[in-house]
């Protein structure tokens, strides 16, 4: 079955810093892969998504991720954080196997901004 | 604009009762899904939805039902609530074909006492 992980918990940048989540999953054929943002008190909404072509993929709010299938790795980055990224992020990837549409979610990774 | 509504943002029961958490979309979307997210745990499956009057079991089930009577509802059922329930439940709806994103609901946070 496949997995996601998000290796860190917590993660605590500086207003204008670069920022860098990390996401490493495991699945047996080529992902579809999918970055979440959810702000306090919200639901989730979709940064960004990868099924195939350029391995560099833009989103929303300024972010990027890199699919890297050597190191089965989809990291998001942004080169400036602004107080509002605060947020948990989630990794995705999808489908699971037999079928079912269905996304496995990383833990995620909590985002403090400090002024 | 994409909306996935839920019936309330917060929500008190006591041990025992029987609590439905409701979830609408507007999407025309063949599938609905039930999350409960917990601190450190990320969001785990309770039970998905691939069409009307069709369900599936997720990673947690247990303690939970589900009904989908209509193609925009979706209900979650607690069929006795017990305390460790207490959690934000999150909905969630996508188009049926492969690789399409979710859409989210604001989640219910359900305390039970």
């Known amino acids: 079955a496949q997995s996601v992980t998000q290796p860190d918990i917590h993660i605590t940048v500086s207003e204008g810093a670069s920022l860098e989540l990390r996401c490493n999953y495991s699945?047996?054929?080529?992902?579809?892969l999918f970055w979440y943002v959810q702000s306090p008190g919200q639901g989730l909404q979709l940064l960004l998504k990868y099924f195939s072509g350029d391995t560099l993929v833009q989103g929303i709010k300024g972010f990027e991720a890199e699919f890297k299938r050597s190191q089965s790795s989809f990291n998001l980055r942004k080169p400036s954080v602004h107080w509002s990224d605060a947020a948990e992020y989630f990794c995705a990837v999808g489908p699971r196997r037999g079928g079912s549409y269905i996304p496995t979610f990383g833990r995620g990774t909590s985002l403090i901004v400090h002024p | 604009d994409v909306k996935v509504t839920q019936s309330s943002r917060y929500l008190v029961k006591r041990t025992g009762e029987k609590v439905f958490l409701e979830c609408v979309q507007d999407m025309d979307h063949e599938n609905m899904f039930w999350y409960r997210q917990d601190p450190g745990l990320g969001l785990r499956l309770i039970y998905f939805s691939y069409d009307v009057k069709m369900k599936e079991k997720g990673d947690i089930p247990e303690g939970y039902s589900v009904s989908r009577e209509k193609k925009e509802r979706f209900s979650l059922i607690l069929e006795s609530a017990s305390t460790n329930q207490t959690s934000m439940y999150l909905c969630a709806s996508k188009e049926v074909a492969l690789g399409n994103e979710q859409f989210f609901g604001p989640g219910t946070r359900l305390t039970v006492l």
């Open positions: 699945y047996g054929a080529t992902p579809y």
